[in-house]
Nanobody, 130 residues
Framework: QVQLAQSGGGLVQRGGSVSLSCAASGRTFSNCNMAWFRQGPGKEREFVAAESWRFGGWNGDRVYIANSVKGRLNISRDSAKNTFGLAMNNLIPEDTAVYYC??????????????????WGQGTQVTVSS
């Protein structure tokens, strides 16, 4: 059974940082596109960042980061450990959300649309206090 198990997150002060991890099991995710999405209170789930495992995407790069977090966020993949991470700094209250990791194991560039992703983590709460 394919599973994505998330860890990390919690309560963070404005200006602080947070790290999230997504551990995959059931198959190797080295040939899957991996992404992070988030859903703030009362909001739709939105794209945060993604890494294409092979192809360059709409911007020509393999890594795509949403403008709302660009410059404050890094994503990383450890294929040996089958994990995918997110590190974000200089947090603001608007970053408060449930964060989800997702995997798309089709042979195509990573997408920003959640419908492209087959496997999802359970979600991790990040709350930024002002």
């Amino acid at each position: 059974q394919v599973q994505l198990a998330q860890s990390g997150g919690g309560l963070v002060q404005r200006g602080g940082s947070v790290s999230l991890s997504c551990a995959a099991s059931g198959r190797t995710f080295s040939n899957c596109n991996m992404a992070w999405f988030r859903q703030g209170p009362g909001k739709e789930r939105e794209f945060v960042a993604a890494e294409s495992w092979r192809f360059g995407g709409w911007n020509g790069d393999r890594v795509y980061i949403a403008n709302s977090v660009k410059g404050r966020l890094n994503i990383s993949r450890d294929s040996a450990k089958n994990t995918f991470g997110l590190a974000m700094n200089n947090l603001i209250p608007e970053d408060t959300a449930v964060y989800y990791c997702a995997a798309d194991c089709h042979d195509r560039p990573a997408a920003r649309e959640e419908q492209a992703y087959d496997h999802w983590g359970q979600g991790t709460q990040v709350t930024v206090s002002s």
